[in-house]
């Protein structure tokens, strides 16, 4: 049997470790101050029920198993926390086991010595086959045996803080249960039960609801505990508890356990949907996105699942505040389904600002149902360039196509054509951004196999510019020609208000002046966010093209554009870097970067192409006395486009509720019954 120290672990997936284990390795991955933590994984558990076949056997195996094999482990572990040692179960079962109540199992045990601690070790064992639990699998329909091949029970273990000066537990919000706020329970010493217990209730925010009376003088270890409960319920998608001792000096956790919602409470959270939509957006832009999740979401089990897909929930993506939310629940239950790992949707969303990828392509085959997955991935590239050639003539249009003779049903149509135009497009994308995970595995496999694992992210930079289809990427490219003199006086005549002039000195150089020029022409459609059909194009805001540039250049444009110069240059320059294997992962990166680059420009493209869709239907509503501007469009939804009659006061009660979503703080998970 080997402990493993779960601080060690913190970047790193760990298997059968168990809810409180995950939870715990959380916190620590969320530099909380989480004190020395050992952990003894399910497979532990399997080892001692070799062979046994039945819930009787089960019992009797473990009631006789010998812990002298692994005296050695057991001996480095007592010296290392000793003598005296917290223990918590952690049981190891399946998410979708909602009838599994973890929290019956969340008591900590102290031990003193090596035995001890082995005799704890088997009670908790014992936990997972007592009466009762068994009996709420089988009225689950959980049979026997799949209990027995299913479950498993981890422990935790951490060095025993006899005379604690308070120790506390602290719940985040649970939205299931009502709770919209954080509660807090503290007591003097351990908490072994008799000693008066204090209860407070936090916001969010932090601010103190309600206290108890009298209370302590010192309410730091409350109201911090009750912020990073918050944060970790937001990090893990779902309600937790934290348990934490206070010295009067520093706050430290000891461990942390899921709240699973009630059975049928749908999780739905904006955290993989953050890097796209940083900001509220308005009600057409919010529709439009919510349209193309759903149909993201059906397409993904209709390509991979065939007539075996689950049905979709038509709210499958809801809007909240004006964010938008994906329901985590279904859309982990479709991707465990198709094969893909349950948290594909957060990774590959979310991969183009963190460097830790999580996908390991060996993952994937080792799951069931996994092989349509595996080649839809590994397809991907030729997929979409597959796409690209069918629908060349569809894709030049949104080029050339005025929409200025349209009528209003005209209009609203195109729209759905182009929305319905969308959608392999969107589903490519999404193959392409898992794909582009699992090369990025590769790659730091192949980095790691030659020791210089350290230019991981570099090498993904380097990549990056592949297909020369990224606004920013030119951007970067005409921003480093700018001297520091031009960029103080442009920086200057923005600060003034002046965008025309600043513009005008940054053309001072002909160099900067015509490939502003080419830049215009090729990406003037480009817009800051690529989602909100709200956010305008340059080619309506050129002001927006001097802010743009100066921001590619106080950001690091000149080093970015040096490292994109020559990516098999870049790679030659390292140690290692002709490397048979190495070269053959890095430029497969290469491939499905600028394949990827392509899906983002014809997603951006088609976004823009329906803004000017709006925009004209916009106009169409002000000559009919409907609207008072054509932007107000965008504060309706698009059912509303066909309504009859005045659409200027749903317009006025929507601007102020827009102006509202911008000034809250959204949530990043919300639970709904």
Known sequence: MKWIRLQERRLLPLRDVGMASQATLAMIAASFNVTETFVLTGIAYRHALAGAKTL??????????????DAPSFTRLVES?????MERCSPVVPRAWSWFDPATFDTAEIFRGLAELQDGIRESWLQLLDIQTIQRARDAGVTEAEYLSTASMAVLVQRAELHPGLSGRAWSPNASLGELNAMVQCTLGAGDGEAAAWEWTVSTTGEVLRRPTPSPADERPIIQSARLAVLLGDRTAMPCTLNWIWDGQELTFLSALPAPAHVGARTFSRRSLARLIPRPLGPMASDIVVELLHDLLQGTGALLLGNRTPPVPPDVARVFDGFVYIDLTFARYL???????PGALDDVLLQQTTASIRLPAKSLIRLPRASRAAVAVRLAVPRLQRWISDNSTRLTELDGAHVETLTGDETQANLQQLLTFMRPLVLNLLLLLVSSSFRADDLKRALAHRGIQDRFVEALQAASDTAGLDPWTHLDRIAARVSDDTARLAAEAIAKGDSEQALRTLCT???VERDLEAFMRAFSFFRTSIVDVGSPTLQERSDLLP???LRARETGA???????RD???WLDSLPGGGDARLRKRYQAMIRTSAVTEKAWFYVAKSLSRARMLLLHAGNLLVERGRLDRRDDVLLLKREELAQDGDLRAIVAERAALVQSNMAATAPKVIIVE
């Open 81 to 85: 926390i000793g003598p005296d040692i």
């Open 567 to 569: 990516p098999l240059a």
């Open 335 to 341: 991707l465990d389904h198709t094969g893909l790992p």
């Open 509 to 511: 150089d002909v160099t």
């Open 558 to 564: 000149a080093t970015r554009v040096e490292a994109a």
């Open 547 to 549: 802010v743009a540039l």
């Open 56 to 69: 009787a056997d089960a019992r009797r195996a473990l009631e006789k198993y010998d812990f002298s094999a």
